[in-house]
């Protein structure tokens, strides 16, 4: 059954780093809990093949903006690459551009695709400045 009572803090660590999520307390003001609670300008980016690397998507968006962190995802069984990738930029400008000209660009004899990540708000931001990004078609299924 599902607990709907609100999470306040989680800690642990990943990699060796600890983890602390924010609190729910507004008057909580850390600089973790304001570093979370900015919005995140990442990107999906799919039909990658699987011997593509984070170090190449990096490098290949880079050429865009400044990329902040490249997280491909793998099968939770087998450690595999499952073909896609999510890119966070440090500006929503650069990220915005990066859907807009890497779509269809060609890295290890795949054509990328590449469009807004489903945790994004990049998509909305693009309303409403106006951009038509509708020819950039991709799947993005994820992203956190």
Same mark, same amino acid.
């Given at each position: 059954?599902?607990?709907?009572?609100?999470i306040?803090?989680?800690?642990?660590t990943?990699?060796?780093?600890?983890?602390?999520l924010?609190?729910?307390?507004?008057s909580?003001?850390?600089?973790?809990?304001?570093?979370?609670?900015?919005?995140?300008?990442?990107?999906f980016?799919g039909?990658?093949?699987?011997?593509?690397t984070?170090?190449? $998507?990096h490098?290949a968006?880079?050429?865009i903006?400044?990329v $902040?962190?490249?997280?491909?995802?793998?099968?939770?069984?087998?450690?595999?690459?499952r073909?896609?990738?999510?890119?966070?930029?440090?500006?929503?400008q650069?990220?915005?551009?990066?859907?807009?000209?890497?779509?269809?660009?060609e890295?290890n004899?795949?054509?990328l695709r590449?469009?807004?990540?489903?945790?994004?708000?990049?998509?909305?931001?693009?309303?409403?400045l106006?951009?038509?990004?509708s020819s950039?078609?991709?799947?993005?299924?994820?992203?956190s």
């Amino acid at each position: 059954m599902w607990n709907s009572n609100p999470i306040t803090a989680v800690t642990g660590t990943t990699a060796g780093a600890p983890l602390v999520l924010p609190s729910s307390n507004p008057s909580s003001t850390t600089n973790t809990t304001n570093t979370l609670n900015q919005p995140k300008h990442d990107i999906f980016v799919g039909n990658l093949a699987f011997t593509t690397t984070e170090e190449q $998507i990096h490098q290949a968006f880079s050429e865009i903006g400044h990329v $902040i962190k490249v997280r491909m995802v793998s099968d939770i069984e087998t450690g595999k690459p499952r073909g896609f990738a999510f890119v966070e930029f440090e500006d929503p400008q650069a990220a915005l551009s990066a859907i807009r000209n890497m779509n269809d660009y060609e890295l290890n004899g795949r054509k990328l695709r590449v469009n807004f990540s489903n945790s994004s708000h990049l998509e909305t931001l693009a309303g409403q400045l106006g951009m038509d990004l509708s020819s950039a078609v991709g799947g993005g299924t994820g992203g956190s």
